[in-house]
């Protein structure tokens, strides 16, 4: 983890989940990918995402949880989840706010890497909006791997390093609509799809699926689109 970003990440931590707050863009990505999660998850080990908990009996970590916005509801989807944050002021965020809502989640303030460093083994690891904040992308990526049960699923979202990411998620959301507080991102640990993929090859991994996720300002929506990978994006990998 890179200290002076986690930080970064408690100052705000009782914003999590004011949906108006510094975290809006997150609970506005919510919706479209907690769907798209269910449904890869579903495809993957062949569930029926149309069940009332489609999730159960599977073990989840949500990886760098921030206050809960994915854990909380996979967890109402039926899965067992365990929340881990570097922060522990997000950790307390997320434990509160599920307490509040009667939600299960087991909640640790811990690192990627030194819960993979215990042995622990999980069907579906999330690492949603954390690879470009980490101090070592490949440590973390080895992390996530030795996380993954035989069989599981990997689901990582990030941003890709392109002039339009500049423009729109530097400029645009950090210093023009101030939807993020400036510093949040550093352009450069954005990573490319197909850096993405060379992380987590050595591993044993491969990228099955990748869409982008869209922003329409006149629209004022964000929606899925597997054709434009230039902004925020998201897939899944699995071993093999
Ligand atoms: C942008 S937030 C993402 C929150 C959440 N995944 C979501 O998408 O709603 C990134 C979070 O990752 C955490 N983090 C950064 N490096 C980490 C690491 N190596 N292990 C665990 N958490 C980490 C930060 O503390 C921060 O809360
Ligand atoms: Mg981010």
Same mark, same amino acid.
């Given at each position: ?18 949906? #108006?707050? &510094?975290? &809006? ?17 579903? &495809? ?19 990886? *760098? ?14 899965? #067992?989840?365990?929340? $881990? ?16 809502t009667g939600t299960a989640v087991d909640y640790h303030a811990t690192t ?21 904040? $980490? ?5 973390? $990526? ?26 729109l998620a530097i400029v645009g959301a950090e210093y023009i609509l101030r ?20 992380a987590i090859r050595p591993y044993g991994l491969g990228v099955r699926d990748? #869409? *982008?996720? #869209? ?19 998201? *897939? ?5």
């Amino acid at each position: 983890m890179d200290p002076e970003d986690v930080a970064r990440f408690s100052a705000i931590a009782a914003e999590w989940w004011d949906p #108006t707050g &510094k975290f &809006k863009p997150l609970h506005r990505l919510n919706p479209l990918r907690l769907a798209y999660i269910r449904d890869g998850v579903c &495809k993957r080990l062949g569930r029926d995402p149309l069940a009332p908990n489609p999730l159960a009996g599977l073990r989840v970590v949500d990886i *760098g949880c921030g206050g809960g916005l994915l854990a909380e509801p996979m967890a109402r989807m039926g899965a #067992t989840v365990v929340g $881990v944050d570097a922060s522990e002021k997000n950790v307390h965020t997320a434990a509160v706010h599920a307490a509040e809502t009667g939600t299960a989640v087991d909640y640790h303030a811990t690192t990627a890497e030194a819960l993979a460093a215990s042995g622990e083994k999980f069907d579906v690891v999330l690492a949603m909006e954390v690879i470009e904040h $980490v101090a070592d992308v490949d440590l973390f $990526v080895k992390s996530l791997s030795e996380l993954l049960a035989p069989g599981g699923v990997l689901f990582l979202a990030t941003l890709n390093r392109t002039p339009k990411s500049f423009a729109l998620a530097i400029v645009g959301a950090e210093y023009i609509l101030r939807w993020l507080p400036r510093g949040t991102h550093n352009w450069r640990q954005f990573l490319r799809p197909s850096e993405l993929n060379a992380a987590i090859r050595p591993y044993g991994l491969g990228v099955r699926d990748l #869409t *982008g996720i #869209t922003y329409n300002p006149l629209s004022d929506e964000f929606r899925l689109n597997p054709r434009d990978l230039d902004v925020n994006y998201m *897939g899944w990998a699995e071993r093999g």
